[in-house]
């Protein structure tokens, strides 16, 4: 039996890795995870998880690799290190960053996979292997988000960055206030990032009627599910959105693009989401070309294609390839957060 590993730190985590946790132990393997830091909720573990408690369990867990969605990983667990990402936010400083922890970059799609290679001729200690992301595998069957109050009305998820310099959040909160009280053809969902400001959270959650919910969930397929249209900034969110084929308004957007209907000013939202719910055949196909760019995949097999990349690394691992950076100084540290010492 082969044993797999896990290293999370944050709740968005769960929906990417499940996917993959379902394929590994359809193969007859193991899988076990562990938490760094203090930002996951332990109540969304289920009961069937194996939550390794220590630092010393991970190593002597022995995985045959570590399977990452975060940008770290500390050297000193065994393992082929593997990076899977948390998202398809690319205009986000550090997405292409080398930090010089990962064996193998399972990409998203050809744009992030032409990227990586592009990195990996002046960094060449890692392999790119082109798979899909994990947490698609449920995107496309995922049942629709149902709540309390909910009506047979267009309905507009408002899904905001948390990052000070690119969120939307302050800026759209009196539009959305006027729109939600207003405006009856429509209904709201609000679905905050886990790292989004507690204070602004609050102040959407002082609003909250039979028109507008600020929803809590650690499964986001649903919700994307039930939107009719999104709203949002500079966020990962949106291409995932667009996997589904529905319109995208964004405020502010970093790099705008072709697909997006991005707005500057708060007060041209609401024409905007007009025109997004009678999106013609040229928007979706814009939608369409940027999805074969960023995540060309729809047959919930990404999660297979990761793992079958991971035994092909390890059982045949790529001609050239020379040694990952020392990177002692950032190795310290991490064994400083995790307080192991042991060599």
């Known amino acids: 039996m082969k044993h797999y590993l896990f290293y999370i730190a944050h709740n968005y985590a769960f929906e990417i890795l499940r996917p993959l946790q379902q394929e590994i132990r359809s193969r007859g393997d193991s899988i076990a995870w562990f938490v760094e830091g203090n930002e996951i909720n332990p109540d969304y573990f289920h009961q069937d998880e194996?939550?390794?408690?220590?630092?010393?369990?991970?190593?002597?867990?022995?995985?045959?690799?570590?399977?990452?969605?975060?940008?770290?990983?500390?050297?000193?667990?065994?393992?082929?290190?593997?990076?899977?990402?948390?998202?398809?936010?690319?205009?986000?400083?550090?997405h292409f960053r080398e930090r010089g922890c990962f064996d193998l970059y399972c990409t998203q799609g050809p744009f992030f996979t032409s990227r990586f290679e592009q990195i990996r001729t002046t960094h060449p200690h890692f392999s790119v292997v082109e798979t899909g992301w994990p947490k698609t595998d449920t995107l496309f069957n995922a049942p629709v988000y149902d709540w309390p109050n909910k009506r047979n009305v267009k309905t507009i998820l408002y899904a905001p960055t948390f990052s000070p310099a690119l969120t939307s959040a302050s800026a759209l909160f009196d539009e959305i206030n006027k729109l939600a009280k207003t405006y009856k053809d429509w209904q709201w969902i609000i679905k905050f990032h886990p790292k989004m400001a507690e204070n602004i959270v609050q102040q959407y959650q002082s609003i909250s009627s039979d028109n507008l919910h600020v929803i809590e969930t650690s499964e986001l397929a649903p919700v994307l599910q039930t939107a009719d249209v999104i709203v949002s900034d500079t966020s990962s969110?949106?291409?995932?959105?667009?996997?589904?084929?529905?319109?995208?308004?964004t405020f502010k957007n970093k790099e705008p693009e072709a697909h997006l209907l991005n707005i500057f000013e708060p007060t041209d939202l609401f024409s905007a989401i007009e025109q997004a719910l009678k999106a013609d055949q040229s928007l979706l196909k814009k939608?369409?070309?940027n999805t074969s760019l960023m995540h060309p995949y729809f047959d919930g097999k990404s999660s297979a294609r990761v793992l079958d990349a991971v035994e092909k690394t390890i059982q045949s691992p790529p001609l050239g390839l020379k040694a990952k950076p020392r990177n002692l100084f950032r190795k310290l540290k991490m064994r400083k957060k995790l307080g192991y010492w042991n060599f």
């Open 287 to 289: 939608i369409k070309h």
């Open 50 to 94: 194996k939550v390794l408690d220590t630092v010393k369990q991970a190593v002597d867990y022995n995985p045959r690799a570590i399977l990452v969605p975060g940008n770290l990983v500390p050297d000193f667990i065994p393992g082929l290190k593997v990076q899977i990402f948390h998202g398809f936010e690319w205009k986000k400083k550090g």
């Open 237 to 249: 969110i949106i291409t995932e959105f667009g996997l589904l084929n529905k319109p995208i308004v």
